[in-house]
């Protein structure tokens, strides 16, 4: 009986302590595999994040663009320009609309107003449309009970400018239950006419703004807005260019539109390069009231978009401490230096990474 316990003596305090200190350090490098897989996972979740919205917000901002105007005739909202109301459909804001050509100046972002066709959804979801023949020489177009409800519920009213398929727009003078009356013929051509079915769009006047208020943003850092609603979290700043036909006169531009954008940096008889789009061709700084440098000379614009990560990423070996550098300098978009904006905080903008966007749009629905 004795050889039989001797023979099953335990582990000595050495070896117990040994084999803690081997788990211990297994077990730590464990979770520091752990720790750092996920921080890596987030950190490509946010880059993956931002891109898709800088993207998101550039697709936004594009169509709108790319219907400016809808073949307007009449001031929509506040597309207006100048101490006269003129109506625009295009209404560009910048913050420092007499700054000099071709010199960093802006602070903040741009905004932007457009005349675009409303959202508005009629019978069965889709747009609104004619209920019976109308011809050009009539003020009078008929719809249904449930589109003229519709559009009622997206804003139409007396004043309201409306679009028939997108060729004859007019102001409405007279809401009925099933019909509007327009303050024009739909055309000048009394032979003109638009079958039952044509689309009816209530035109509106949007704003595209950038906001950085938290409450406003719905918790994140800066956002999208369009008239005042927030759209895409993330977008730090957006910075808009113009191409204008016609608002130039000095030569090699002829004095009015050629369909040919027109020269800016090189006017005037003999300079190298004269005559050739660059990109110091576009405007970006201009108020845009006075002939001929007017909105309908627009023809195309230079969109700019800068989306940042909505929090700064931790550090992925740290623990929690911030991520020191991730942007390494101010972003420079056009005519914007985001280090002379009020409130410029080198080290927490280097915090956040940050993805840029560019685009160039040909502007469809405006006439010289």
């Not at 506040?78 to 109301?85: H, R, S």
């Not at 625009?88 to 741009?110: E, K, L, S």
């Not at 044509?198 to 595209?208: G, K, M, S, W």
């Not at 001929?292 to 929090?311: C, F, G, S, W, Y």
Request: proline fraction near 8%; include cysteine; glycine fraction near 10%.
């Amino acid at each position: 009986m004795r050889r039989i316990w001797q023979a099953e003596e335990g582990v000595t305090l050495i070896e117990l302590m040994a084999a803690v200190v081997i788990t211990t350090v297994v077990a730590a490098a464990a979770m520091t595999l752990v720790v750092t897989s996920n921080k890596a996972t987030q950190v490509n979740e946010q880059v993956a994040d931002t891109q898709q919205n800088v993207r998101l917000a550039m697709e936004l901002i594009s169509q709108d663009i790319k219907l400016a105007g809808f073949n307007m005739s009449n001031a929509v909202g506040a597309c207006t320009v100048g101490p006269l109301n003129y109506p625009a459909p295009i209404v560009p804001g910048d913050n420092v609309p007499g700054g000099a050509v071709g010199v960093i100046n802006d602070t903040g972002p741009d905004t932007v107003r457009l005349v675009v066709p409303s959202m508005t959804a009629g019978t069965g979801g889709g747009t609104p449309v004619l209920s019976a023949m109308a011809t050009g020489a009539s003020n009078t177009i008929a719809l249904s009970a449930a589109d003229m409800s519709a559009m009622t519920a997206s804003g139409l009213a007396i004043g309201s400018v409306v679009s028939v398929g997108g060729s004859s727009s007019s102001q409405v003078t007279v809401v009925g239950a099933a019909s509007l009356t327009l303050a024009k013929p739909l055309s000048t051509s009394s032979i003109a006419q638009f079958p039952s079915g044509t689309p009816v769009y209530l035109l509106q006047c949007v704003q595209y703004t950038i906001s950085t208020v938290s409450a406003v943003c719905a918790g994140s850092t800066s956002c999208l807005l369009r008239n005042g609603i927030p759209m895409v979290d993330g977008i730090e700043d957006l910075q808009l260019a113009y191409g204008c036909d016609g608002c130039n006169i000095l030569p090699p531009n002829p004095p009015g539109p050629d369909g040919i954008i027109d020269d800016q940096d090189a006017p005037g008889p003999g300079p190298i390069g004269s005559g050739v789009f660059t990109p110091a061709d576009y405007v970006t700084n201009n108020a845009w009231s006075l002939p001929p440098m007017v909105p309908d000379k627009i023809k195309l614009v230079q969109v700019t978009i800068v989306a940042r990560e909505n929090q700064p990423p931790r550090a992925l070996a740290e623990g929690n401490n911030r991520q020191a550098i991730n942007t390494a300098g101010p972003v420079i978009v056009s005519d914007h230096n985001p280090s002379v904006d009020a409130g410029y905080n080198a080290t927490t903008y280097q915090q956040q990474r940050r993805r840029v966007l560019t685009r160039t749009i040909q502007v469809r629905n405006l006439e010289s």
